[in-house]
């Protein structure tokens, strides 16, 4: 008989545990390329040829109250937000970068519309946040980067500190656990520390010590006490959030 021990978790799932279904709403600007999420690293497309696409970033059947709504009816109780991926564009009004949705034709904050129309519709809210960057000049290249094939890959790499990421990182997720009320997950994703690249042992990957993941949790912790905060961050926290898993 196998046995399993029982860990209590920082946040509080017991809502969690009972609600369960909710809903996952996942789009960036990189939506403009009608391919993939990860468009930027799959085809190393160039930042300057990428960020085309923040002159036609204007979601005009974007209605978070009709989505919300539909939610409601299909029996949800929350619904979680990407508020950056891993292109680095922000879909709030952050004070720390000018790549976000705000500066293009959108002209708004989006994730504060969705959290106003899905907190009206008595659903729960939560945020993703990517740890990922691959806009930001201070995150060094790795093996999921798009510029990882880049001739000077290696000294690019001596020219960025991640530790000023990392900070620029808390910052932004200080901006989304204080100007929009009670949130009640936080998706971070995602850590990669054993990827390498053959050959290039200047890219490597990235996990908790990199994103200075103790100070970022507990930032989260002090900020929205009771918060449901995922696993992903390479800390474990209150819930394991796998991918691709297929059930047999």
Known sequence: MSSYQVRKTPGDVAWFMQDRFGMFIHWGMYALGARHEWVKKYESIPEGVYDRWLQYFDPDMYDPVDWARQAKAAGMKYAVLTTKHHEGFCMFDSQYTDYKCTNTPAGRDLVREYV?????????????????????????????????????????NKKRDIKKYAAYMRNQVRELMTHYGKIDIAWFDYSYPTATVEGKPWLVGKGKDDWEAEQLIALVRELQPGIIINNRTGIEQDLWTPEQVQLK
């Open 116 to 156: 106003e129309a899905f907190r009206a519709a008595g659903l729960k809210v939560g945020f993703y946040y990517s740890l990922i960057d691959w806009h930001h000049p201070e995150f060094p290249y790795d093996p999921v980067h798009p510029r990882r094939n880049d001739p000077d890959s290696e000294e690019q």
